[in-house]
């Protein structure tokens, strides 16, 4: 089943798969000539790279549990162990334990969402992802009164992720999630891309979906769900509070303090295709703003 919020994201809008794989092998080569803030521009049915092959599409990535280099997710991912897989969900739930993701399938309804994916370094795509909603895990934990927030960790094994024996990010992975947007029907867990199931360098086997937040509030690879009264620590916000809230909405009116977030450069519109204008929520304002009603979205990025 596909379900298209405001009726206007098909699977023609789709980033083809090709450039969605190589989308970090552009920005890597365009980082070095200055151009990754200057040029941009949307993807279309008609508008599309030449498809590498399956080896050179999956060999740039970001997920720094592998290093820090493009290439390095790749050529190391594939040795971190997905099965089995377990979540423990615990703090201010009914059903705390270790929840194997067959059981969690096993309970889960499968579906196609199509959504739009903003980046926080300004790129943007459209990516159909499939999954569930964390609604539907969170309920059959069981969540009590008291829970305000919910907070998310990556697998942390050293002997399988090369990249954790340095200290780029404060071991391991962690976002977090008011309770209202971990519950809305937007926010998901996905499972699979492009009718494949998710690889492992793009958070395999179960990761974060937020699409009206910047792409590194969506955490990979999760074994760790907690239910608590707090806000819960956040691995970038630690790392820099001054660039990286808590929040990390889409606003186009807040800039990074390094480059401005009011456009953005969709994958596949070429090297030097117009930027397009960034859109309040990443273009799902209808169905969330009413969340941060009174708040200062400057204030509180």
């Given at each position: 089943?596909?379900?298209?919020?405001?009726?206007?994201?098909?699977?023609?809008?789709?980033?083809?798969?090709a450039?969605?794989?190589?989308?970090?092998?552009?920005?890597?080569?365009?980082a070095?000539?200055?151009?990754?803030?200057?040029?941009?521009?949307?993807?279309?049915?008609?508008?599309?790279?030449?498809p590498?092959?399956?080896?050179?599409?999956?060999?740039?990535?970001?997920?720094?549990?592998?290093?820090?280099?493009?290439?390095?997710?790749?050529?190391?991912?594939?040795?971190?162990?997905?099965?089995?897989?377990?979540?423990?969900?615990?703090?201010?739930?009914?059903?705390?334990?270790?929840?194997?993701?067959?059981?969690?399938?096993?309970?889960?309804t499968?579906?196609e969402?199509?959504?739009?994916?903003r980046c926080v370094?300004?790129?943007?795509?459209?990516?159909?992802?499939?999954?569930?909603?964390?609604?539907?895990?969170?309920?059959?934990?069981?969540?009590?009164?008291?829970?305000?927030?919910?907070?998310?960790?990556?697998?942390?094994?050293p002997?399988?992720?090369?990249?954790?024996?340095?200290?780029?990010?404060?071991?391991?992975?962690?976002?977090?999630?008011?309770l209202?947007?971990?519950?809305?029907?937007?926010?998901?867990?996905?499972?699979?891309?492009f009718?494949?199931?998710?690889?492992?360098q793009?958070g395999?086997?179960?990761?974060?979906?937020?699409?009206?937040?910047?792409?590194?509030?969506?955490?990979?690879s999760?074994?760790?769900i907690?239910?608590?009264?707090?806000?819960?620590?956040?691995?970038?916000?630690?790392a820099n509070?001054?660039?990286?809230?808590?929040?990390?909405?889409?606003n186009?009116?807040v800039?990074?303090?390094?480059?401005?977030?009011?456009?953005?450069?969709?994958?596949g519109?070429?090297?030097?295709?117009?930027?397009?204008?960034?859109?309040?929520?990443?273009?799902?304002?209808?169905?969330?703003?009413?969340?941060?009603?009174?708040?200062d979205?400057?204030?509180?990025?």
């Open positions: 089943m596909a379900r298209r919020w405001n009726n206007d994201l098909t699977h023609a809008d789709a980033t083809p798969e450039e969605f794989w190589n989308r970090r092998r552009i920005i890597a080569g365009m070095g000539t200055g151009l990754a803030a200057a040029v941009g521009g949307k993807a279309s049915a008609s508008e599309t790279l030449e590498n092959s399956w080896e050179e599409v999956t060999s740039y990535c970001n997920f720094y549990e592998f290093g820090t280099g493009k290439e390095d997710p790749s050529r190391y991912a594939g040795q971190m162990t997905t099965k089995p897989w377990n979540v423990k969900i615990d703090g201010l739930v009914d059903r705390p334990g270790d929840y194997s993701f067959d059981q969690i399938l096993g309970e889960m499968l579906e969402r199509i959504y739009r994916f370094e300004a790129w943007s795509m459209v990516v159909p992802w499939q999954g569930f909603e964390l609604a539907d895990l969170l309920n059959m934990a069981g969540v009590q009164g008291g829970a305000k927030y919910v907070a998310f960790e990556t697998l942390h094994r002997a399988e992720m090369p990249g954790t024996a340095y200290n780029v990010l404060d071991w391991p992975y962690r976002e977090g999630l008011r209202d947007e971990a519950m809305h029907p937007l926010t998901l867990m996905a499972t699979g891309i009718g494949k199931p998710l690889p492992n793009n395999a086997p179960l990761r974060l979906v937020v699409p009206w937040k910047y792409g590194f509030k969506s955490i990979k999760v074994v760790r907690t239910l608590t009264d707090q806000e819960p620590p956040t691995s970038w916000n630690m509070r001054h660039e990286y809230g808590f929040y990390s909405n889409v186009p009116d800039s990074h303090p390094r480059w401005s977030q009011a456009s953005e450069r969709r994958i519109g070429g090297l030097f295709a117009k930027r397009q204008p960034t859109l309040m929520f990443n273009g799902y304002g209808d169905e969330v703003a009413s969340m941060y009603e009174g708040m979205l400057a204030r509180f990025f």
